[in-house]
């Protein structure tokens, strides 16, 4: 990679915008659904899958589905984003909520 690509690449990287929302992880075998938030939600699943793949993740129950059913019958889902008008103070509270209104309307177990 030259110089010059390496610099448009890395302007690239700082102007791209987080964003932050609101997932499911679905177990297809069980229907089993889990929801969280994430102030990068785009980039969620990869860390998540990571840490279920090593078998580290936190989420005891999430860990114990994946262990039993296999990483193929997962799905992760967006299901909620944050429009850029919510300024960071807000972005907290307003990812708690929608978490919240999310797992009652699914009937999910928070991640």
Known sequence: MDRQHRKMARAAYKEKRVVAGVYAVLCTATG????GRSTHVDTEQNGLWFSLRLGTSPHASL??????????????EQLDRLGPD??????????????????NRLGASPI
Do not use: M, P, Y
């Open 63 to 76: 860990q114990n589905a994946w262990a039993e059913h296999g990483e193929a019958h997962f799905r992760f």
């Open 86 to 103: 919510v300024s960071a103070i807000d972005r907290t509270s307003e990812l708690s909520k929608r978490a919240a209104l999310w797992r």
């Open 32 to 35: 089993q659904v889990w929801v």
